[in-house]
């Protein structure tokens, strides 16, 4: 006779993600729990009209915020993790494929890098938010389109100064120490 096996609940899912997080990273409990929230959110996402950014900071390198975003990377929904991306294809990643964005060293990105990906941050938090490119039609012209960035971000960077306001106000800011 096959046994059946029972659902797993959202706690028992909660207590084995936050079990992994405080065994390989080294920070507060209130930042683990987030967490652990966090990646659920990553699953679940398009219900929602909001979607926070997590930015992971801190005052000089060697905090474990590279090794919190390998963390984030083996559990949330469709992990992207960006280094040396070009901006049209950010924006068309995000659009096609609906990813959790894993970018690490935000503050050595060069600076059109950096702003694009400041504009997926700021325009993805919200549904229904565009970001608007020019791309090429198909007869040789060129066209307006419109590109859907919403979805959940993770960012790591020495310092938060490297973000706006705008940023930060739709950010979870985690500050990680040695």
Not at 58 to 83: A, H, M, Q
Not at 97 to 118: C, G, M, N, V, Y
Not at 139 to 154: A, H, M, R
């Amino acid at each position: 006779m096959k046994e059946e096996s029972k659902p797993i609940t959202a706690e028992e899912i909660l207590n084995e993600l936050l079990a992994s997080n405080r065994h390989y990273i080294h920070q507060p409990l209130s930042f683990a729990f987030a967490d652990c929230v966090y990646v659920l959110l990553t699953h679940c996402f398009q219900h929602f009209d909001y979607c926070p950014i997590i930015l992971i900071t801190s005052p000089l390198e060697g905090c474990g915020k590279t090794r919190k975003l390998d963390w984030f990377e083996r559990y949330v929904n469709k992990p992207e993790s960006t280094g040396n991306t070009t901006q049209s294809s950010l924006f068309r990643i995000a659009d096609a494929h609906k990813p959790t964005f894993l970018i690490d060293e935000f503050d050595s990105q060069h600076p059109e890098s950096r702003a694009a990906i400041a504009n997926i941050l700021n325009n993805g938090f919200q549904k229904g938010k565009k970001v608007s490119r020019t791309d090429q039609g198909g007869n040789g012209g060129f066209e307006t389109k419109s590109f859907d960035v919403f979805g959940p971000k993770i960012v790591a960077c020495i310092s938060a100064d490297k973000f706006s306001a705008a940023t930060t106000s739709r950010s979870i800011n985690h500050r990680m120490q040695r």
